[in-house]
């Protein structure tokens, strides 16, 4: 088992940033795969931004340019700078972490952007 706990969530008016993080409660976190999912009212469960042990990282193309996910393994913490935030951005945002096969999530911290 593992526990990812987020933070960094609020409201932001359009073109604000904000930084989510996410802080895992097991060893060896630096061979999991790492990733920032989000939900918005209505719409389906969409990846966000992916980053690897290796540190290789994917974005949905919506993000592309604004967002950075980032990972410091000494701390066992996943972070996503969010910048030029639009309200189309507002949603929940969940943390999750790939361990072999399995998928294990965050309790999810809402993110809500004002125009």
């Known amino acids: 088992q593992v526990q990812l706990v987020e933070s960094g969530g609020g409201l932001v008016q359009a073109g604000g940033s904000l930084r989510l993080s996410c802080a895992a409660s097991r060893s060896g976190f630096s061979i999991y795969v790492m990733g920032w999912y989000r939900q918005a009212p209505g719409k389906q469960h969409e990846l966000v931004a992916r980053i690897t042990s290796e540190r290789s990282t994917d974005y949905a193309d919506s993000v592309k340019g604004r967002f950075t996910i980032s990972r410091d393994n000494a701390k066992n913490t996943v972070y996503l700078q969010m910048n030029s935030l639009k309200p189309e951005d507002t949603a929940v945002y969940y943390c999750?972490?790939?361990?072999?096969?399995?998928?294990?999530w965050g309790q999810g911290t809402q993110v809500t952007v004002s125009s």
């Open positions: 999750s972490a790939l361990i072999g096969s399995r998928n294990y």
